[in-house]
């Protein structure tokens, strides 16, 4: 069930903020890929190419939920779609902003190797410095924090399926990409894997 609110002054406030989370994100990762196509550099590999049919599923499965959540939340952020009070709403524009910050940084330190999905006839070099010297999927991260800032700023029950959803897809495509790096680079990527966590810190901790 969603609660449509009127919007007051506080309202449009993190509406405001919060469409300026979107922008920011999309125009990083938009951005980011005209300006690869200007080189030549083909960024998006999701669902594409000849794949093995579970990566297919995965990557065309990741891909209808995260172009589904943006319609989500641009739908609950304009109609002010429910609220679990002020206090988390403050909390989530924080957590939105952090997302686009940690997006934004790992998109910068991937440089030219950025790629989305997995590119397997495309070749990159491994990145293991900045961000990622402490996690080895800090864009993820990134995905993660803005999903759940939104969805705490605006929390409805259709934008928690959605944000859910998106989370455990991309979570999925992690684990495909973690089985074919090591194709790629090799004992260098492994050791990689080693010594940085999935999500955050070094290996052997709760998020690696």
Do not use: H, I, S, W
């Given at each position: 069930m969603i609660i449509i609110e009127k919007a007051?002054?506080?309202?449009?406030?993190?509406q405001i903020l919060s469409l300026l989370i979107l922008a920011a994100f999309y125009t990083i990762y938009i951005g980011k890929m005209l300006a690869q196509k200007k080189k030549g550099i083909q960024t998006d590999h999701i669902a594409k190419g000849e794949?093995?049919?579970t990566l297919m599923t995965t990557e065309a499965a990741m891909?209808?939920?995260?172009?589904g959540i943006v319609g989500a939340e641009a739908f609950s952020i304009i109609l002010n779609a429910g609220s679990l009070g002020p206090a988390v709403r403050v909390t989530g524009i924080f957590i939105g902003f952090a997302g686009v910050i940690v997006f934004g940084m790992?998109?910068?330190?991937?440089?030219?190797s950025w790629r989305a999905g997995i590119p397997e006839k495309d070749k990159t070099a491994m990145v293991t410095e900045g961000i990622y010297s402490i996690s080895r999927n800090p864009a993820f991260v990134g995905f993660y924090l803005t999903y759940i800032g939104i969805l705490l700023t605006f929390f409805n029950w259709i934008l928690l399926a959605f944000t859910i959803c998106s989370i455990v897809l991309l979570h999925l495509q992690i684990l495909k990409e973690?089985?074919?790096?090591?194709?790629?680079?090799?004992d260098d990527y492994i050791r990689y894997?080693?010594?940085?966590g999935r999500y955050i810190g070094r290996k052997g901790n709760f998020y690696g």
């Open positions: 007051g002054e506080g309202d449009l406030g993190y794949k093995k049919k891909k209808v939920a995260t172009y790992a998109v910068y330190t991937m440089r030219d973690e089985e074919y790096l090591p194709t790629v680079f090799g894997k080693n010594r940085v």
